[in-house]
């Protein structure tokens, strides 16, 4: 399974910075330690991919380091040389990972052990979010390897408001967005099935609302599914203002990914958000994912047959 890092790009950001960079090695150090992986650096993502997705003049000023001090408040980082190069890296782990998914066939996962950046819109970036990876890799399967249906499983406590307004005309892309309905961003975009969530809301709740969720993505008939496994709907989560524990957590990754798994779609996996003090639980919570992921990497090989949505794919 590969396992896409960037975690060798850190940013300069200020003293006190409240965003959790370390987070990434840590990850990365825990996932390098299972059997099955190929972790890889991404290449950059290509402007032309980009363009697809976001506003010609944003990604212009993004590159030029000309984005207004209002743009950098919303977006939550100073502009930096490092901030573009670590976001084009991201980015293009997203990309790498659905490639790697869709040219697999049938049932397989890839990951970007960052990404998941859904708060990003088409002029402009908020949130922690500078481009949006997982919309810019979906139009690229789009146009460029004949994937006709993609859905956007977003997990993270947070609602993918950019996810949302991007994909509002794009009747190929399916969103599902699972989120809690007093938490940032306060104005909500319109996601194709919004599913909100109560301060405090536990597992048992939890897992509900996402099987309902679920059987409407099932109705889409996605070929690949991105999911964002956001580690921020922890109890410990500082940004979550939930309360599922870690065995929740991964019961809701078993969930989505036995789903996927039994309908024999692709997968990517990204991280989305966490924010959990110590910085050492969200860590645990996304290698967890990927150890979920693995156990159904190794059991789609064992069967040796992949379907999908409009595909049959046999191992030479």
């Not at 609602?159 to 190929?172: F, M, P, V």
């Not at 399916?174 to 597992?203: A, I, W």
């Not at 992921?293 to 059991?299: G, I, P, Q, S, Y």
Request: aromatic letters at 8%; charged letters at 25%; proline letters at 4%.
């Amino acid at each position: 399974m590969k396992a896409l890092y960037c975690d060798d790009f850190v940013l300069p950001l200020p003293v006190a910075h409240r965003f959790p960079m370390r987070r990434y090695a840590l990850l990365r150090e825990r996932v390098a330690a299972l059997s099955g992986i190929q972790l890889l650096v991404p290449q950059s993502v290509s402007p032309e991919r980009l363009l697809r997705v976001h506003d010609p003049d944003y990604v212009s000023r993004v590159f030029g380091g000309g984005l207004t001090a209002l743009e950098q408040r919303r977006l939550g980082f100073p502009w930096s040389p490092a901030l573009l190069e670590r976001s084009l890296r991201s980015v293009g782990a997203t990309c790498e990972a659905a490639f790697s998914v869709w040219e697999a066939g049938g049932f397989a996962v890839a990951a970007n052990l960052a990404g998941g950046t859904h708060h990003a819109f088409a002029d402009r970036g908020e949130g922690f979010c500078l481009f949006n990876d997982c919309v810019v890799a979906a139009q690229a399967l789009l146009e460029e390897a004949g994937v006709e249906r993609i859905a956007m499983v977003d997990c993270d406590v947070h609602q993918g408001d950019g996810t949302a307004s991007l994909c509002g005309n794009e009747a190929r892309i399916f969103t599902l967005s699972l989120h809690g309905e007093k938490n940032y961003p306060f104005r909500k975009e319109t996601s194709d099935l919004d599913l909100e969530l109560p301060d405090g809301c536990e597992d048992e709740h939890y897992l509900q609302v996402l099987e309902r969720g679920w059987q409407a993505v099932a109705a889409s008939r996605p070929q690949v599914v991105f999911y964002l496994a956001g580690a921020d709907a922890f109890g410990g989560d500082r940004l979550g203002r939930l309360a599922l524990t870690k065995e929740g957590l991964v019961r809701r990754d078993r969930f989505v990914l036995g789903q996927c798994h039994q309908a024999g779609i692709g997968v990517v996996v990204v991280m989305a958000g966490g924010y959990a003090e110590p910085i050492e639980d969200t860590a645990d919570i996304q290698a967890r994912t990927i150890e979920v992921a693995l156990e159904f990497t190794f059991r789609s090989t064992e069967m040796g047959q992949k379907v999908g949505y409009g595909r049959i794919v046999r191992p030479i």
